[in-house]
């Protein structure tokens, strides 16, 4: 390999590249998980897109162990794929009374057909992403949509809170702060854990949560820095 008129800042900079990589830990930069949560009986898992992904995307369906309704939903769901099917590791919790929701076969998009819930006397929620390797960048988009007007919810991830205020009863389409919120730049934690809070969007009312897409991204300094990268390289071939 020649490296001789190789400009050093691109070295640095593929260098560095490959650093961040490797810190992404069994995940790949560019995976996505996307996670429709159930109660046994609901509509099919959705596949394709939703607000990102491609046509042929495959989903995890979370189903509860219980389709009674406002049955126990809380505990560890894993064996999560990527959206190729390949396993992930990763696995989803929840803990604090969330329970069965239900299912709704009059929205649109699928992924708001069925949801878990919090009662109205639930305060908040816990909900943890584990396996995810430790220092792990991604990118969350929750949905909290359809059923009843009003139905929405607030997570609070990092040192943001981020909320969904449901204000339709029908979704037809992906609406950011209306049916789903989207959460940038997450670091898994040094046992790759990513934990939040649930809680309703509107204090003494239901709130549903109908699905979630991990999308696993790079560092915003290693983006940065292949951008330098390769103008350093165009700079050196003139």
Known sequence: MKLKNTPLAALT???????????????SIGDIISVNLAIPGDAPAPSGAAVIGGLTDTWNQVVTPSAAWESSADGSYSGLNTSTGAASGVSLAFAGGVTAHG??????????????????????????LSGLGAGTIVDLYLYSGGYVTGEGAT??????SF???????VETTYTLNDNYVKIAGLVADGSGNITGTW????????????GAQIAVVPEPSSALLGGLGMLALLRRRR
């Open 103 to 128: 299912i709704d076969n009059s929205q649109g998009p699928d992924v708001f057909k069925s949801s878990f819930g919090l009662k109205p006397n639930v305060p908040s929620a816990t909900v943890t």
């Open 155 to 160: 997570f609070n991830f990092g040192t943001g």
């Open 163 to 169: 909320t969904a205020t449901n204000s339709v009863s």
């Open 199 to 210: 809680t309703a969007a509107t204090s003494g009312n239901y709130s549903t949560f109908n």
């Open 13 to 27: 900079c593929a260098a560095l590249l490959g650093s961040a990589a490797l810190s992404q830990g069994a995940l």
